[in-house]
């Protein structure tokens, strides 16, 4: 019963996509004759059912240059979502919006509303540093502090007061390093510095730290585009591990790793969210020609 | 036709993609063109009892086998170097599956050229008779076919559409041949041999039309990413 | 057929254009590897020339300064004559303080040469011997008292000029009226050395007195101290002042137009020639402020305005290196602007920090112009014992004695400089060091 609902309401979804994106007739060969232009609205369902972020008509302006126009997203809780587009295109910029990692930009201005279960982080009276503990941030490349793998892990928990004796902290140390994967390989050099790591357990101790203040949601910014595939395997099979907890939003310039790891996918294209769906329909059957375009390879 | 491009075979910032998809496409194209004429050919020797042409038919099931072979080995190599997606991947997809059928419609011309090879020798009238329902019924499911395939790479919806459809008027036509075997066999059982010859080539003139509407169906699993296999023809408009 | 020949063809073609070019590659190729040696060769010879004077003028110093590190001495029995330090007996550390000591040293060298007559003989005879003896014998005697009434066998400084006579400094050759010393007197320094009694040993006055109007009392240890004094105001100022400065500007300030403005004026002040510094120092701390002249407070604190805006460009040098995804993980983490900075930023940046200062600090031990500003230039005796006493720096020590006419003061500059030059190069090396030890790369 359930499942004929939903089924219908994809039903009905997928007819409003059919309807914003302008209509798909058999022109020329194979091709569809689809407008290559930004929509007007986001193609796709830009709404979940239990959002842990809403986002509406966010703008962010560089300056007096726009870089984001009128983002409208739903992030579900303890869902995947990947945030692809070709370079430049805002998926970063809208990503640091989410834990306001824009506001170390003295020139970025983020307009908007961004509500993180029902309050509005954009709101200046918002403290950013437990916003940030709510929403942890993995980067690009690996940056774990110049310090010991324990002292790594250990920061956030210390600074935010989580742990009350040594012995807590250790808890929490250990099971943050589980929870990525690490332990067993640093088990034996905790006070050894983390930068010794090889590249991708850099980028799980990273993790690690991110979750030893149990966030909410992970912030992932192209956490894989500076390892080798067989660390990138690893981290994505973190990422699956880690989406039973865990809300993880990840950006990245691999279509396939977005196929992979994400159940959503969002599409964007000079600051526009273009498409928004599930990943299978994204990466088999888009409906914007741009989407489509860019995940054949042929933007440009 | 093939020398017309198509978005498909175009526009990858990887060229080289765009020719290994444009040789997908061209042999799709030139082994739908070897089994439409298979089958005709396979028909008319059928009708005509011309011997030489139930060999020819034989042989060059050969070639359809190695196109299909060409086609695998392509598609996997694509797949394994390009990792297709979307509309790339559903045509591929597609593709795949035609070729598949195309193979089958192949073995299905070569099963009538050997019956016909069998029956040069035959001369009753029972035959006669068929042997006109069975040129009608193949010309219709050679047609059926050459529309599905140019369906297929046109990427025409309305037309595929149009060719699924049809294949209701060869089943009609299959039904109607097969009340005459019945028929001609209840006024004259020691026809019994040749009937059962007669029912193996519209049976399998009725699998090719199948086919064809299979591959009809795989134009709206490109243009609309919709599987409408296990969709009956009738309500495939309201599919769409 | 044709298709195939036409290829052909084209293949010839290409292979000829490219053997052309490849003709070509060569020849530019020789002329390319010309050039380079030129310009090798051009560097070289800059190297050498360079090297080369580095080579004169260390050779120079080393060679004019080392023999002030060994001083002549006169061996001399000194008979401690009761009836000329105390006649009276009381043995009261005023009168002993007090006593002719040298009448003591006249008479223990009119007893070597008791041919030595008139008023001008004896004067020239004394003067073989240093003006510092005396109180030499005057520190022994108020030590122990009860050596008055014995003899001693003592050494005593020569006089600067026997020194000279003694490391060839002075030409016996000359003219008896172009040299320093008197044939009279040579013969007397030939008589000491025949007796045995004249000797070279390890110069420890220099290391241990203060400024002397005597060539052979004159010592360095006073400009040190003082130098010692300045570089801890130098440091305790300008090194928190200057990392504070640096981690606000970088890491706190907003950029806007006056911050730009602050950092053009730290960058333009960096370049202000430091005798300016040395004004700033007389109207504002010693007409203004009336700090006491020629104090190390005073000198250190001129230094370390001049020292500050090294100080805080290598700071921000420091803190620039440090990169911004270290900046980002504790932000990321929820740790705050303060915290990012004062945990994860600034012990990074610290190495370099350090670096700097102790290249500044070299720079402020090195500098004399505004010192001579602000009264450090004065003749200054005693040895400093704090921030308010009187005091000189070595490179003004230097610039007085190289101002000295005595022929003595030349071998002093020299070795004042290597000195000098030896505290620069161990902070540079400590400045090395830290960058090697403590520098990470990303």
């Known amino acids: 019963m359930e499942a004929a609902t939903m089924s219908r309401d994809k039903k009905a979804r997928s007819e409003q996509s059919a309807q914003a994106a302008t209509r798909k007739t058999a022109s020329s060969l194979f091709g569809t004759d689809r407008s290559s232009d930004v929509p007007d609205s986001t193609v796709g369902v ?57 506001d170390t930009i003295a020139i970025a201005r983020v307009t908007g509303r961004i509500e993180l279960d029902g309050q509005d982080i954009l709101d200046s009276r918002i403290d950013v540093v437990p916003l940030r503990a709510r929403v942890g941030m993995v980067f690009q490349k690996p940056n774990p502090f110049p310090k010991s793998i324990y002292e790594n892990v250990a920061y956030g928990p210390r600074i935010h007061g989580l742990a009350r004796d040594r012995v807590e902290l250790d808890e929490i140390v250990h099971t943050s390093l589980e929870r990525a994967g690490l332990l067993k390989e640093v088990k034996d050099r905790m006070d050894q510095p983390g930068t010794g790591l090889s590249g991708g357990q850099q980028q799980r101790l990273c993790i690690a730290r991110a979750i030893a203040v149990s966030p909410e949601v992970i912030l992932m910014d192209e956490p894989c585009s500076a390892l080798d595939p067989i660390a990138t395997a690893r981290i994505e099979d973190l990422i699956d591990e880690l989406k039973e907890n865990y809300t993880i939003c990840i950006v990245t310039h691999s279509m396939q790793q977005a ?23 994204i990466f088999t059957n888009p409906s914007h020609k741009l989407t489509e375009d860019y995940i054949t390879g042929r933007f440009g | 036709m093939s020398d017309q491009k198509s978005e498909f075979t175009e526009g990858h910032i990887v060229r080289a993609y765009d020719a290994e998809l444009d040789r997908l496409r061209t042999l799709l194209l030139e082994m739908g063109g070897l089994v439409v004429d298979q089958i005709g050919q396979a028909v008319d020797a059928f009708t005509e009892k011309d011997r030489k042409r139930t060999q020819t038919v034989v042989r060059r099931e050969e070639d359809v086998n190695r196109y299909d072979i060409e086609a695998e080995e392509l598609v996997l190599n694509v797949l394994a170097k390009r990792q297709p997606m979307g509309m790339d991947l559903r045509a591929i997809m597609a593709i795949t599956r035609a070729v598949t ?125 919709k599987d409408v296999r296990h969709v009956k023809t009738k309500a495939l408009d309201q599919e769409i | ?98 006593a002719d000591y040298n009448r003591l040293v006249r008479g223990s060298l009119q007893i070597i040469f008791p041919d030595a007559s008139g008023r001008t003989e004896r004067r020239k005879l004394v003067a073989l011997v240093s003006n510092g003896a005396p109180f030499q014998i005057q520190g022994l005697v108020m030590e122990d008292p009860s050596l008055v009434g014995q003899t001693l066998t003592l050494e005593v400084p020569a006089s600067g000029d026997l020194d000279m006579l003694m490391k060839g400094r002075i030409d016996r050759s000359l003219p008896e009226s172009e040299r320093r010393l008197s044939d009279l007197q040579i013969g007397w320094v030939d008589t000491l050395i025949e007796q045995g009694r004249i000797h070279k040993r390890w110069n420890k ?10 060539p052979e009392m004159a010592g360095i240890w006073g400009a040190v101290k003082g130098s010692f004094y300045m570089l801890v105001v130098t440091l305790l100022l300008s090194f928190p002042i200057g990392v504070a400065a640096a981690v606000y500007l970088d890491e706190f300030a907003p950029r806007n137009r006056w911050t730009d403005l602050i950092e053009i004026n730290i960058n333009n002040l960096a370049a202000v020639p430091s005798i300016v510094f040395g004004l ?34 290598s700071s921000r040098a420091a803190l ?42 070299a ?77 990470r790369r990303w």
């Open chain 1, 46 to 102: 830009i709404t979940h059912d239990d959002p842990v972020f809403t986002c509406r008509s966010v703008d962010v302006f560089y300056a007096n240059k726009q870089a984001i126009f009128g983002v409208d997203l739903d992030i579900g809780r303890h869902e995947v979502i990947s945030m692809i587009g070709p370079s430049g295109c805002g998926k970063s910029t809208f990503l640091r919006c989410l834990n306001r990692m824009n």
């Open chain 3, 205 to 214: 006055a220099l290391m241990t007195r203060g400024d002397s109007r005597d």
């Open chain 3, 1 to 98: 057929m044709s298709n195939t020949s036409n290829a052909k063809r084209e293949k010839g073609a290409g292979s000829k254009t490219a053997s052309r070019a490849m003709d070509k590659v060569h020849a530019s190729l020789r002329k390319r590897y010309r050039a380079e040696k030129r310009f090798r060769a051009y560097g070289l010879i800059s190297v050498v020339v360079g090297i080369l004077f580095l080579v004169v003028l260390m050779a120079s110093i080393l060679a004019k300064g080392y023999p002030a590190f060994r001083q002549t001495f006169i061996t001399l029995d000194v008979y401690l004559d009761p009836g000329v330090i105390d006649p009276e007996g009381s043995r009261d550390a005023e009168v002993l303080r007090l």
């Open chain 2, 101 to 225: 059928d195309l193979e089958r419609c192949g073995d299905e011309a070569k099963k009538i050229a050997k019956i016909a090879r069998r029956r040069v020798k035959d001369d009753s009238e029972v035959i006669e008779a068929f042997s006109i329902a069975a040129g009608s019924m193949g010309a219709l499911a050679a047609g059926l076919l050459k529309s599905a395939v140019e369906a297929l790479d046109e990427a025409d919806e309305e037309k595929a559409i149009q060719a699924a459809q049809a294949d209701a008027r060869l089943d009609a036509e299959y039904k109607t041949a097969l009340r005459n075997i019945h028929a001609a066999l209840i006024s004259n059982p020691s026809l019994i041999e040749v009937a059962a010859d007669l029912v193996i080539v519209i049976k399998a003139l009725e699998r090719i039309g199948d086919h064809a509407k299979n591959i009809a169906k795989y134009v709206v699993f490109i243009v609309q990413g």
């Open chain 3, 320 to 361: 620039t290196s440090v990169p911004p995804s270290i900046r980002e993980a504790a932000l990321g983490m929820g740790a705050s602007k303060m915290q990012a900075t004062f945990h994860h930023v600034v012990p990074l940046a610290i190495p370099g920090m350090l670096t700097g200062t102790i290249i500044g600090m």
């Open chain 3, 280 to 313: 700033l120092g007389l109207a504002v701390f010693l007409n203004f402020f009336g700090m006491p002249r020629s104090a190390p407070l005073v000198g250190g604190l001129v230094l370390a305005v001049m020292t500050l805006p090294t100080v805080i460009i």
């Open chain 1, 259 to 281: 196929a992979r790891v994400s159940q959503r996918t969002a599409y964007f294209h000079l600051g526009y969210l273009v498409e928004v769906d599930e990943t299978d329909k």
């Open chain 3, 363 to 439: 720079r402020a031990l090195g500098e004399s112009a505004p010192l001579l500003m602000i009264g450090m230039v004065a003749f200054i005796v005693d040895v400093p014992q704090g921030f308010m006493d009187p005091a000189t720096a070595l490179p003004v020590q230097i610039y007085l004695w190289a101002d000295s006419p005595e022929r003595a003061f030349v071998e002093r500059t020299s070795a004042a400089i290597l000195v000098l030059l030896a505290f620069l190069i161990a902070m540079n090396a400590l400045a090395i060091y830290l960058r090697r030890r403590f520098e």
